[in-house]
C-alpha cells in the first residue's frame, strides 16, 4: 500500500519551473521526516533535499539555490519547488518519510522508510 502520494511531474523545458507535491495522512505526516529522492536512468537513488528531526532543512549540495522544499502541516503535504531546471535533472522523484531516531513502538502499522511511487520530471526542449 502506498502511503505517500506524488503529483507534479511532467515535461519542461531548460530554465523552467516544476513544483511537485507529496500528501499523505496525518499520523503519518506526524510522525515521519519527510524528504525528496530521485533517480535518474542507470544512476542510484539520491537526496534531493529532505527536512531535518530538528526541523531544518537538507539539500543536495548541487541542488542548493535552485530547489526548495518546503510543507503546509495543515494539508499534510510537502512540496518540492525546483527552478532553472535542466536537463540532468530529468529523473523520477520520490517523496519519502523517515521513522524517529529511536524507532516506533512495535504495533506501529508502517515501515520505517516510506516511499511514493515517484513522479516522472524530464528537462528536455
Known amino acids: 500500500q502506498v502511503h505517500l502520494v506524488e503529483s507534479g511531474g511532467g515535461l519542461v523545458q531548460p530554465g523552467g519551473s516544476l513544483r511537485l507535491s507529496c500528501t499523505t495522512s496525518r499520523e503519518i505526516f506526524g510522525h515521519y521526516t519527510m524528504g525528496w529522492y530521485r533517480q535518474a536512468p542507470g544512476k542510484q537513488r539520491e537526496l534531493v533535499a529532505a527536512?531535518?528531526?530538528?526541523?531544518?532543512?537538507n539539500y543536495a549540495d548541487s541542488l542548493k539555490g535552485r530547489f526548495t522544499i518546503s510543507r503546509d502541516n495543515a494539508k499534510n503535504t510537502v512540496y518540492l519547488q525546483m527552478n532553472s531546471l535542466k536537463p540532468e535533472d530529468t529523473a523520477v522523484y520520490y517523496c519519502?518519510?523517515?521513522?524517529?531516531?529511536?524507532?516506533?513502538?512495535?504495533?506501529?502499522?508502517?515501515?520505517?522508510?516510506?516511499w511514493g511511487q515517484g513522479t516522472q520530471v524530464t528537462v528536455s526542449s
Open positions: 519519502n518519510g523517515e521513522g524517529p531516531p529511536g524507532g516506533f513502538p512495535r504495533d506501529w502499522l508502517y515501515d520505517y522508510h516510506l
Open positions: 527536512f531535518t528531526v530538528s526541523g531544518g532543512t
